[in-house]
């Protein structure tokens, strides 16, 4: 799925949102995490709290890339948890 759909289904505040967000990049966030934290564990709790914390941005913010915008997230989630 395009990125500007799966925004969309956040602004409309869909569910699928979350699962669209992970099946398009679960993975990126996931060895973003786990290359900060080093636990699978972790990792996985980081990215879980990513797309809780895009689903509480959006609205109203509306990110222009996406990937940028849950890298960066969970980056710093990552970063927090370390």
Same mark, same amino acid.
């Given at each position: 799925?395009? *990125?500007?759909?799966?925004?969309?289904? /956040?602004?409309?505040?869909?569910?699928?949102?979350? @699962?669209?967000?992970?099946?398009?990049?679960?993975? /990126?966030?996931?060895?973003?995490?786990?290359?900060?934290?080093? @636990?699978?564990? *972790? @990792?996985?709790e980081c990215v879980s709290d990513t797309w809780l914390r895009a689903w509480n941005a959006m609205p109203p913010q509306r990110p222009s890339i996406l990937s940028s915008f849950l890298g960066r997230i969970t980056r710093n989630l990552s970063f927090d948890r370390c």
């Open positions: 799925m395009e *990125d500007d759909k799966i925004i969309a289904l /956040y602004w409309a505040r869909k569910e699928e949102a979350i @699962s669209e967000t992970d099946r398009k990049y679960g993975s /990126y966030c996931r060895a973003i995490a786990h290359n900060i934290l080093k @636990s699978l564990e *972790d @990792s996985e």
